[in-house]
C-alpha cells in the first residue's frame, strides 16, 4: 500500500498586536480552506470565523478557496475586513494635502 503524497505549506493570520503562521504537512489535494482548517489556526485567534474570512495565497486573493487546491510550499493568508475602502482613504488624504497646500 502507498501512502498519500503530502506538501509543505503555511498558514498565517495577523491582527495589529498579534501575529501567527503555522507550517503544516497536508495531503495532496488539500484546499485552501481545509488547510485554514487542519492548521488549527482558530485555536490562536478564538474569533476568526474560517467560512467567511476572506483568504489568499502570498497577497494574491483567492476567490474560491474552498476550490483551490495548494502546492507545496505556498502561503495560506486570511485576511481581516477592511476597516476604511483603500481608494477613499487617499482620495480624502490628497483632498487635505491640496488644502494644506493652498493655504500656504
Do not use: W
Amino acid at each position: 500500500m502507498v501512502a498519500d503524497k503530502t506538501i509543505a505549506v503555511e498558514v498565517a493570520y495577523a491582527l495589529p498586536q498579534k501575529q501567527k503562521i503555522i507550517s503544516l504537512s497536508v495531503p495532496e489535494g488539500t484546499t485552501v480552506a481545509e488547510a485554514a482548517r487542519l492548521s488549527g489556526i482558530t485555536e490562536h485567534f478564538p474569533d476568526l470565523n474560517l467560512d467567511t474570512s476572506p483568504m489568499g495565497i502570498f497577497g494574491k486573493a483567492v476567490p474560491r478557496p474552498e476550490e483551490r487546491q495548494l502546492c507545496a510550499g505556498e502561503r495560506v493568508e486570511i485576511y481581516r475586513a477592511l476597516i476604511a475602502d483603500p481608494k477613499e482613504v487617499r482620495k480624502q488624504r490628497a483632498a487635505r494635502a491640496k488644502e494644506t497646500k493652498a493655504e500656504d
